[in-house]
């Protein structure tokens, strides 16, 4: 689609892509040959992989009727102040002949004010996997909010306890309301209030400052990603039996097995299967204070870091001349999108990202 301002990096990937960037070549419906297949064997969750006698079902979440959660829409992101952008896109999956929607298993949640306090946000992204993911990411949107509200006393008091706590309790309350044993979701939630930042993080969804330079946008990870290969991880997980597989060469993650099934990261709301073996769901706890040459702090999932870093996503919101947040959300989520179309052909991962941009409320 690309929007003005992403024009130079557009080119520049499709360049790339006509140089031979992408590891084979296209087919003649722009499918890369057993490319999206061997991303699911790759890189996905073991246990989101569908059984081999489940059906395919050719349908969108989106504008679907049904009462069931496992195919409720998503609840959209909304943007509750003119300094923040959101955007949430279900992925496609291949099927003879093309690919179809698949069910949108990322949540996100633009919260201001906060707990009635105009000085506060809390701004999250929530990426489900496993069969039932979109009900476990569906669960942690609807709850954790709630869930640290109930904390006003304690939350100035230590507000990275309150967060860590309240994760704790939202995965409690999970395994008493559904069968999370083989499904979860990242949580990666940031809480402002004025200019001061906590970050609680399970997982491999990511949080991101972008820093103005004479040259552009500098990005700076806030939080890190949770990898089963991660040294102080994989001690956790050892120590409680786990066994862990390093990344391949190919592109393969490292893993934490239990029963047979793989999961690509160390931390996690739900998949309480693997929490025998070390998985858990307290995050790590991370703190920030906005500086006055910070630009904006994106929060996304996985559908955009997987194929873009932290920096390339800071250069294509630099080249959003109008320096409007939605249209950098919508740039991002373009760019995401089309480079699963490059990488991996009929197969795209979904996409969530909310983008605050600085000063991100009016004093």
Known sequence: MGCGGSKGTDQALRQQESEGGSDAAADSSGQTPDKAKTFRERRLSMSQLPAADQQRRRLSVYGNS???????????????????????????????????????????????????????????????HGRAGEKVSE??????????????????????????ETYVTVDTDLAKNMDASVSGTTAVTCLIKDRHCWLANSGDSRAVVFQKTATGLKAKDLTIDHKPDSPAEMKRILKMGGHV????????????????????MARSI??????????????????????????????????????????????????????????????????????????????????????????????
């Open 66 to 128: 049904s009462s069931d959660l496992t195919d409720k829409q998503p609840s959209e992101v909304q943007s509750p102040m003119p300094s923040v952008g959101c955007k949430t896109m279900g992925g496609f999956e291949p099927v003879p002949g093309g690919s179809t929607a698949k069910i949108n298993q990322d949540r996100g949640i633009a919260v201001y004010p906060f707990v009635d306090d105009p000085t506060v946000g809390l701004f999250g992204v929530y990426d489900g």
């Open 139 to 164: 669960f942690v949107l609807q709850n954790l909010p709630v869930v640290l509200a109930g904390k006003k006393d304690q939350l100035w008091a230590d507000p990275g306890k309150a967060l860590s």
């Open 270 to 363: 739900g998949d309480h299967a693997a929490a025998t073996v070390g998985v858990i769901a307290e995050p790590e706890i991370t703190e920030y204070d906005i500086q006055d040459d910070d630009y904006a702090i994106i929060v996304a999932s996985d559908g955009v870091w997987e194929l873009l870093s932290s920096q390339q996503v800071a250069d294509i919101c630099h080249g959003v001349k109008s320096g409007d947040v939605q249209e950098m959300v919508e740039t991002v989520a373009d760019q995401s999108s089309y480079m699963w179309k490059v990488e991996e052909g009929d197969y795209r991962d979904d996409i969530t990202l909310i983008i605050i941009k600085m000063p991100w409320r009016e004093d």
């Open 245 to 264: 597989t390093p990344a391949g060469a190919n592109g393969s993650p490292s893993r934490v097995w239990h029963n047979l099934r793989g999961l690509a």
